[in-house]
Nanobody, 126 residues
Framework: QVQLVESGGGLVQAGGSLRLSCAASGRARSTYAMGWFRQAPGKEREIVAAISWTGLNTVYADSAKGRFTISRDTAKNTAYLQMNSLKPEDTAVYYC???????????????????WGQGTQVTVSS
């Protein structure tokens, strides 16, 4: 089993920044891809960003491009999501996930999420 614990959520004004962290423990595998998903009230859970196990490849949802940055410290088994220029529509519960990376023609596409964190609330006020 892999345990994922998110931290860093909170309340921020529009235009502000937050940095989310996700610490993996248990039978955590450094070769897992990691990702951030979010779910707003009444909406489906959606991918925000994902990063390959090497940290060299990333993918972002269109809504996150140019504002969010995903990174990881493989030595610490920790992934991060730096969120800048936050908007009220970014308000959601943010979940960290880990699993096998997805590739097509050697291009990193994301991950098959096998493990999930408990989520952290991000609220952006207007």
């Amino acid at each position: 089993q892999v345990q994922l614990v998110e931290s860093g959520g909170g309340l921020v004004q529009a235009g502000g920044s937050l940095r989310l962290s996700c610490a993996a423990s248990g039978r955590a595998r450094s070769t897992y891809a990691m990702g951030w998903f979010r779910q707003a009230p009444g909406k489906e859970r959606e991918i925000v960003a994902a990063i390959s196990w090497t940290g060299l490849n990333t993918v972002y949802a269109d809504s996150a491009k140019g504002r969010f940055t995903i990174s990881r410290d493989t030595a610490k088994n920790t992934a991060y999501l730096q969120m800048n220029s936050l908007k009220p529509e970014d308000t959601a519960v943010y979940y960290c996930a880990a699993g096998k990376g997805q590739k097509r023609n050697n291009v990193f596409l994301g991950l098959d999420a096998d493990y999930w964190g408990q989520g952290t609330q991000v609220t952006v006020s207007s």
